[in-house]
């Protein structure tokens, strides 16, 4: 719960019917910004989804360096703190649609298996953004770009450890509690950055157009519920005509 004293800001986005950005009652320059940012990141969820958000309104709210929070999302509504605007245009704007694939992949169709996982939640959100930043550099070549991120995530974690060295990302309850208690290196590279990479890989393994088919098909047949692990790769299963246990087996589960 926030309370704003002030006059709050309010900024409709262009191109999207009842989408409005709210920014706390000190204006700043990253309010045109993010405004200009929103309705492209919004269609791209959209498109990655395969349907429209399905809220009537949506509130889309700038949260003030002050706060502690670095942001979050609710039923049509997201909230992200403006210190990631210290990174950079480009790191504030990708993580823009992070927050706001969030609306999809964590509202609209929520983790099923929570207790378990984030591949559902971050994962998704992740390989949505890295997808999104793709499409801002239409001359370069998709499957170079997309190597580029992910392996620059590998070399990273080659640095900090080892990315094997992380739980599976599904992983037993018990495990996946521990990491979640743990700091924010290791939770991150197993929420974000392995899972989204494992996805990445399973989409590189059944080839786009039968993961985008899944991915829809996901979308719209557990939105509000979820899916289990195994109703997701039957998805993938349907959709490519592949059996897919023994790569879940090693990649996802181990």
């Known amino acids: 719960f926030y309370a704003f004293i002030g006059q709050l800001g309010r900024k409709p986005i262009a191109d999207r019917r009842a989408t409005t950005l709210i920014s706390p009652p000190t204006p700043t320059g990253a309010d045109a910004k993010i405004a200009a940012w929103s309705a492209g990141a919004l269609g791209f969820v959209e498109t990655t989804m395969g349907q429209s958000l399905p809220f009537a309104k949506q509130a889309l709210v700038r949260l003030p360096d002050t706060l502690r929070d670095v942001g979050t999302v609710s039923y049509g509504m997201t ?20 927050e706001n694939a969030h609306l999809a992949w964590a509202i609209v169709v929520p983790e099923a298996e929570a207790s378990r996982t984030k591949m559902f939640t971050e994962g998704l959100a992740t390989m949505t953004e890295i997808d999104f930043s793709k499409s801002l550099f239409p001359a370069e070549d998709r499957d170079f770009y997309l190597a580029r991120r992910y392996q620059a995530i590998r ?3 080659l ?42 890989h399973i989409r590189a393994t059944v080839g786009d157009d039968a993961f985008t088919k899944a991915l829809h098909e996901y979308a ?17 299963e349907k959709s490519s005509g592949l059996s897919l246990g023994p790569l879940f087996d090693r990649f996802v589960l181990k």
């Open 79 to 98: 909230l992200l703190n403006e210190s990631y605007g210290r990174s950079g245009d480009d790191v504030y704007h990708e993580t823009w649609v992070h």
């Open 155 to 157: 070399l990273d974690w």
């Open 159 to 200: 640095v900090k450890g080892t990315l094997d060295k992380l739980p599976p990302v599904v992983a037993t309850e018990a495990v996946a509690e521990k990491i979640m208690r743990s700091g924010t290196r290791d939770y991150s590279g197993w929420a974000y950055e392995k899972s989204s990479a494992t996805l990445d």
């Open 220 to 236: 719209r047949t557990y939105a509000w519920t979820g899916a289990t692990l195994d109703e997701f790769r039957a998805l993938l």
